[in-house]
């Protein structure tokens, strides 16, 4: 079955640049777009980030480009988050998200890793 499971954020100090990790499996990992959302306390879902297959694009939240950077390895079946700069406003529960797609279309359920919190200390 499909299998998205996030590692790495914690507690981060303020400035701080940590990397999360998403491993997948059960699905043909190239052919999805993998995105990271992240949920603050009292807030809804924010989409942080794109990426598609196959040294396909990747996009960002306005409010987030030049901070975090999305990469993925089709061979390994991971996308990655980089953050750099990290700022209060950052802490959130961060996930994985991955959807079927062709070219800027998706189609399908979408499927949700568990979730990886990220606490930033001042």
């Known amino acids: 079955q499909v299998q998205l499971v996030e590692s790495g954020g914690g507690l981060v100090q303020s400035g701080g640049s940590p990397r999360l990790s998403c491993a997948a499996s059960?699905?043909?990992?190239?052919?999805?777009?993998m995105r990271w959302y992240r949920q603050a306390p009292g807030k809804g879902p924010e989409l942080v980030a794109s990426t598609t297959g196959a040294g396909g694009t990747t996009s960002y939240a306005d409010s987030l480009k030049g901070r975090f950077t999305i990469s993925r390895d089709d061979a390994q079946n991971t996308v990655g988050l980089q953050m750099n700069g990290l700022k209060p406003e950052d802490a959130a529960v961060y996930y994985c998200n991955a959807i079927r797609s062709y070219g800027s279309v998706v189609f399908g359920r979408d499927y949700w890793g568990q979730g990886a919190q990220v606490t930033v200390s001042s």
């Open positions: 059960g699905f043909t990992f190239c052919s999805y777009l």
